[in-house]
């Protein structure tokens, strides 16, 4: 399985009253491990959007297992968790840099037309992206 790590330098302005990174962010954190993810699969959102669809969020799940502070290195994990042709999960970790995780991720996606949103396969629109998921979701010998 392919597993994008992308780094992310915790930002003063990331964290709450508790000097800890807001729960929110995490979800921030994540749309830019799934960019880097896709990027890394020779796709660019910019391009797909171009041609009339968009990929919203359809379900989020966030664990939050140790707090990430200010100051503190991580980085994100990201890889496909499942694909069905129509829908994407990717799972996601933050972890520091010790390895330990601090939050644990689920986002699940499916891609619409820009102008009335109705769902559009990946399998049959985009066989290229449809075809890197896969590929992506296979196990490493």
């Known amino acids: 399985m392919k597993v994008i790590e992308t780094p992310i330098q915790v930002r003063y302005q990331e964290t709450d009253m508790m000097g ?9 954190w994540f749309e830019i491990g799934r960019t880097s993810f896709i990027e890394s699969l020779g796709f660019m959102y910019s391009e797909i959007e171009k041609q009339g669809v968009v990929s919203p969020v359809i379900d989020a799940q966030v664990s939050f297992k140790k ?8 980085h994100v994990r990201t890889w496909v968790e499942s694909y069905d042709g129509l829908r994407v999960s990717y799972g996601y970790e933050v972890a520091f840099e010790n390895g330990d995780i601090a939050v644990t991720g689920v986002t699940k996606h499916v891609i619409v037309k820009k102008d009335n949103f109705r769902p559009v396969s990946i399998r049959r629109s985009f066989p290229d992206w449809h075809a890197s998921y896969l590929s992506a979701m296979e196990t490493e010998s």
Not at 20 to 28: C, E, F, K, S, T
Not at 67 to 74: Q, S
């Open 20 to 28: 800890v990174v807001y729960h929110a962010n995490y979800l921030v």
């Open 67 to 74: 707090p990430v502070k200010y100051g503190d290195e991580v």
